[in-house]
């Protein structure tokens, strides 16, 4: 999982990092709670690109979109942008990091698409760089402060919507020009204000249009839909997740006349009770974190109108990242010590058994 790292002042700079602890037992979060699933509510593998037979095609597939026809992959391994066929996962083309000029970037943190543009963020220079899904470079736009953000999306006329780390002001729309239109707090309770930017990370579901955007928070029991406007409406998860407790220790790393230098480590005994978003229409699918039901394997789906529970589906393994297609397929990274994978899965009415006969039978 991506944790939040940010720079702020101590005499002359301070640098901070946060990281997360092993997850507790499943018993220190709320719950059980009643899931229902659909019949075609198990995955199945479609393609695989990587694995023990490419090796050297992806070392750490952090982050995963799609646009109309491509699954585009981040390898924050290699700074390389993938952008791979959706339908048969054939390399169509790789954006890599090459420098500063139009078109370049440097150090990518992030990626976003739309049905068929990819916004590749990078920190070094503070922009997305937006390209046609043929991999043509189009436009740029500037994002103050972009090493701050850690969730993002593309919206019409070159604007985008970012995440910044913490709650305050931590939701913004910028237009072409790098010009901030709109900047709100994340709507946590008045305590979590001011809690270490750890307890505040968030995701934005991906598909996020030019009216709404649905943000998702690591820890918590309530994740939000947030207008463009900056409005919010809070709808509790189906198994509410707790308050992320945090607990800091500080290590001075370089200390010169003026200055200083500290690292502070973050962490907690809360496991995430999300661990990732994506938007398909009116629909919001939360990969649930902690919960007492296959953990790290469910996917929540709600209405993003309304925040109502609809149903969960079940996952074949904890994927790194996960992406929806057009179609409902997934498409799904991981990363391995040896090898790092991306997949297809389409689902199926067979159980888990049911298709491993069926496999030992073909």
């Known amino acids: ?12 700079a301070a640098l901070l990092s946060a990281s997360l602890s092993a997850a507790p037992p499943l018993s220190a979060q709320r719950g059980p709670v009643a899931r ?13 690109r990587g694995s023990a037979k490419e090796p050297d095609l992806f070392v750490e597939p952090r982050e995963v979109a799609v646009t109309r026809t491509l699954a585009v992959v981040f390898d924050a391994g290699t700074r390389e942008v993938h952008a791979l066929d959706l339908n048969t996962g054939a390399k169509r083309f790789v954006l890599s990091a090459t420098g500063e ?21 990078d920190a070094a220079t503070s922009r997305v760089s937006v390209y046609s899904d043929a991999g043509r470079f189009l436009w740029t736009t500037r994002v103050p402060d972009g090493g701050a953000v850690e969730a993002m999306c593309l919206l019409p006329r070159g604007r985008v919507r970012v995440k910044f780390l913490g709650a305050v002001n931590a939701i913004a729309t910028i237009d072409s020009s790098g010009r901030t239109l709109t900047r709100t707090s994340l709507p ?10 750890f307890a505040n990370a968030a995701y934005i579901a991906d598909g996020c249009d030019d009216a709404a955007m649905m943000v998702i928070p690591y820890f918590g029991p309530a994740w939000y839909r947030v207008s463009d ?3 919010a409406r809070r709808f509790l998860y189906a198994e509410p997740g707790l308050e992320a407790v945090v607990t800091s220790t500080v290590r001075r790393l370089e200390k010169s006349p003026g200055s200083e230098t500290r690292q ?23 990969e649930a974190g902690a919960t007492k039901r296959l953990p790290y394997e469910l996917l929540d789906y709600y209405r993003a109108g309304d925040g109502t529970y609809l149903y969960s589906r079940h996952l074949p ?13 997934l498409i799904a990274t991981i990363i391995g010590e ?5 997949l297809r899965l389409s689902t199926t009415t067979l159980s888990p058994r049911e298709y491993a006969k069926q496999r030992r039978r073909q």
Do not use: C
Not at 338 to 342: D, Y
């Open 1 to 12: 999982m991506r944790l939040p790292a940010r720079v702020s002042q101590v005499a002359v």
């Open 36 to 48: 229902h699933f659909p019949t075609d509510s198990f995955y199945i593998r479609d393609w695989i």
């Open 101 to 121: 000029g139009p078109g370049e970037f440097k150090r990518p943190i992030h990626i976003a698409t739309t049905p068929d543009l990819i916004g590749v963020l």
């Open 188 to 197: 946590v309770p008045a305590p979590l204000r001011q809690a270490p930017t």
């Open 229 to 231: 406007g900056g409005a």
């Open 264 to 286: 502070e480590r973050m962490t907690t005994d809360v496991s995430p009770i999300a661990r990732g978003a994506m938007q398909r229409g009116d629909t919001v699918i939360i």
């Open 317 to 329: 393994f904890t994927p790194n990242a996960l992406a929806i297609t057009p179609d409902g397929r």
């Open 338 to 342: 040896e090898s790092s994978s991306v």
